[in-house]
């Protein structure tokens, strides 16, 4: 069969066609073609033999800051497990496709290499292990390389700085003795180094005083603006949110998302809780 081939003002037209049918400049298309960081779609999760998730559909783009609220229990820490992989959670149905990738069926470790972290909501203690060496090793296991110490420790310290974390931390077992406040300030400390496409915050702010939640806040500021990475903010309160730009609003009830919306949405919920809330 012969193949038709196109002129090179045809392949022009077809392009500056769809650019301009998204508002774009003419020589964006890629840009708007891949501009998606993470799709969720179709999405069901089961812990054992009961299903959390019941078809989840999510979009977050690059360089966003998106928030995933609504009531206890309704599956929203579920699909932060899902995708990051954990092995804990199985995926009976539907895909996750990071940076254009299916990576539904990929180990924890392998989406972590390609910029996925999740900041816990009860972080785990590991004694053995410094905080230190854990971000460096993360960090060689990310890149494939072998990290000058000198370099990681100079980085290190002068991101603790900016985190008002006390520097002798870096040295003390992961986690084993921190208070509330400084484990999740470790969970930002890490974010910052490894510099992720994603970072999804389990409610990250969740038992902090006003001065721990300000710092940490601080932290995920500092993030958007050195790494333009995307943010996926699980949260009940909206104090971690104050210092930043959001773009998009999602409410989860029994396992689905029932309502989309931009910022706005974040001040209803303020106002009328999640009762006043209408599905899509």
């Known amino acids: 069969m012969r193949q038709s081939i196109l002129s090179l003002s045809e392949f022009m ?74 092995p804990e959670y199985t995926v009976t149905a539907g895909k996750i496709v990071f940076d254009g990738e299916d990576i539904t069926r990929l180990p924890v470790n392998e989406r972590a290499k390609k910029g996925i972290f999740l900041s816990f909501q009860n972080p785990l203690e590991v004694p053995g292990v410094t905080l ?6 993360a960090l060689e296991q990310k890149t494939g390389k072998r990290i000058r110490l000198w370099d990681f420790k100079k980085k290190l310290a002068e991101t603790m700085q900016l985190l008002a974390m006390d520097a002798s931390y870096a040295e003390r077992d992961l986690n084993v003795g921190f208070s509330g406040g400084e484990k999740k300030k ?16 389990d409610e990250t702010d ?14 995920v500021q500092l993030y958007r603006e050195r790494v333009h990475g995307s943010l ?10 104050e210092a930043l730009t959001v773009d998009a609003a999602h409410i989860m009830e029994q396992g689905v998302i029932v309502k989309n919306g ?6 209803t919920i303020n106002e009328n809780g999640f009762g ?5």
């Open 13 to 86: 037209y077809i392009v500056c066609s769809r650019a301009v049918r998204h508002g774009l400049p003419l020589g964006t298309e890629d840009t708007y073609m891949n501009s998606n960081l993470l799709e969720v779609s179709g999405l069901h999760v089961s812990a054992g033999e009961k299903e959390i998730l019941h078809g989840v559909d999510l979009t977050v783009g690059k360089d966003e800051t998106h928030v995933l609220m609504g009531p206890n229990g309704t599956g929203k820490s579920t699909l932060g497990y899902a995708i990051t992989g954990n």
């Open 132 to 137: 230190s060496a854990f971000i460096r090793s």
């Open 186 to 201: 470790a969970e930002i400390l890490q974010m910052l180094m490894l510099e992720p496409k994603l970072a999804i915050l």
């Open 206 to 219: 969740s038992g902090l005083d006003v001065d721990a939640v300000r710092t940490v806040s601080k932290g």
């Open 232 to 241: 996926l903010i699980i949260t009940h309160s909206t104090r971690i949110l």
């Open 262 to 267: 931009d910022a706005s949405l974040v001040d």
């Open 276 to 280: 006043g809330i209408r599905a899509d």
